[in-house]
């Protein structure tokens, strides 16, 4: 596993997690991280039975085409799973499309750093192509949303792109907000138009995965932006910042294949000193690059019923679509099927064989794959034959032959549907009566004396 996505020419951590499923300790594991044909690390681990151990090496990938990678380990004499297939597939540059009516902090934020890339657009121009491409769009700076706009962001968090919406400060745009949030799914969305006073966040947690690898160790507590909540709303997805009485700030709420985050405050001068405070820029970029996915996971399980993908973009017109797994000169036609955007492709059952498939549309690449067994095909773990025989001695029809002694497993079962055979102690006892009597006829007979007779 690895990071939320992959960047050429940066070196990120791919975590490589062993499980010994057996009764003994393996002393010393022999483990290969490939990409391609070119080893990109190896090294010795020790897993105790019955535990797992995970290392961390770090790679980079020094091209933008999908990588087909692999781990190996040597173990003996299980040799059956010490393959496992994935796939890196390096992402572009994180769009963010921002619909500001005025001066936003974010405008200085974005294009500082070669990862996004940003655009600004005036709300009244949120369009469909405009949006097209984009992973993330910011709503604030009291924006304007009409009917066109809301449909428009509708559509696009139905197909998985998301939304960062900050309320507006004026009483006028309050009624198409409440729209768009109807729109987007996120209900009991309540103005706090009386008593609404500046309040202190509450420190975040450490353990929420949101704030993964964003703080240091700090020996005071932190001093934490004031906001002004101008919105409440109940239950959501992920709460990712609270105020210290433990109303939300900054929420997600899932809304089709997408995500919607608000904000309780405007982050204009008056309303918040969140965009002053340290903890702003790696709360943005990382409400960026969560909106981006390359689609599909680094590798799949022979025995998953569908594999979800991005729709592709030549699939979007009319005709008949034939998607393709080929694998060396194996080849199989998956049923799939087309829902917002995704694209669900039902595994064909006679699919057993792990390793790299290549999907074609209609004869053009589309993207590779990687599949591997399933994780209870690698479990050594068994019941003995006394385990056995207490676990069926309910059911009469079943019967446990245990191999490895004097009589093989399929001898023992013929002689419980057959009984035991006597016809060859009958042959030997017919060929000792036939040997009997022909020692009696050639031994057993009297010589005839001769008789005198007068002359």
Known sequence: MTE??????????LHVRLRNGGSKDAATVQIRVLIGEQQVAAYEASVRATSSVENVVRVRLSRDAVQLCRVEIEEQPVSFDNLYYFTL??????????????AAPTQKL?????TFAYSLLRPEALSATAAEGADVVILQSNAQVGGRARSVLRQFVQQGGSVVAMPPTTAAGRGAYEQLMGDLGVAAVRWNTVNAVQQELAVPSQQNPFFKDVFAEQARQPEMPKATPLLSWGRSTTDILQFRDGQPFLSGFRSGEGMVYLFASPLQAGFSTFAEHPLFVPVMYRLATLSKSSGQLPAYRLTDRAVVLKQPTAAKGAGEQVYKLSNDSSSFIPAYQVRNGRLYLQLPATMRRAGIYQLTQNGKA???????????????????????????AAYPNIHVYEAGGERSAAAQLAEDRNGTPLWRYCLVGAL????????????????????AQAA
């Open 4 to 13: 939320e996505f992959v960047r050429t020419n940066v070196d990120f951590p």
């Open 110 to 114: 974005y294009p500082n750093e070669t």
């Open 366 to 392: 589309v993207t590779t794959l990687a599949f591997n067994v399933d994780k209870k095909e690698s479990e050594l773990a068994h019941y003995s034959a006394e385990e056995l025989r207490q676990l069926t």
């Open 432 to 451: 000792l009566c036939l040997l009997g009597e022909v020692l009696v006829l050639r031994f057993g007979r009297r010589r005839e004396r001769p008789v």
């Open 89 to 102: 597939n390096p992402v572009g540059r994180i769009r963010v499309l921002d619909a500001s009516a005025g």
